[in-house]
């Protein structure tokens, strides 16, 4: 049993930057691989990134360069750096163990001046 919270969201304004955590419980934490997926508004969850258990990474073209996702497994936590934010990365943002059904709650970003 896995269950992640999500933290770190917000309202911030164009071109600003926010640090998402997803800490998780659950000793295998640091053995498997991550990802952070995003859903806004009337569409679908989409992928944003993903970080394997060895630190490879691996990001959706929409993001590339402003994203960075990183993990601490000395505190069970994946991280998502997000910079030169922009209206359109207004979501809900999500994090995951990539191929099971464990999901966290979400945290709310809004971009807007």
């Known amino acids: 049993q896995v269950q992640l919270v999500e933290s770190g969201g917000g309202l911030v304004q164009p071109g600003g930057s926010l640090r998402l955590s997803c800490a998780a419980s659950g000793s295998m934490f640091s053995k498997v691989t991550v990802g952070w997926y995003r859903q806004a508004p009337g569409k679908q969850r989409d992928f944003v990134a993903s970080i394997t258990s060895g630190g490879s990474t691996h990001y959706a073209d929409s993001v590339k360069g402003r994203f960075t996702i990183s993990r601490d497994n000395a505190k069970n936590t994946v991280y998502l750096q997000i910079n030169s934010l922009k209206p359109e990365d207004t979501a809900v943002y999500y994090c995951?163990?990539?191929?099971?059904?464990?999901w966290g709650q979400g945290t709310q970003v809004t971009v807007s001046s």
């Open positions: 995951a163990v990539v191929g099971t059904g464990y």
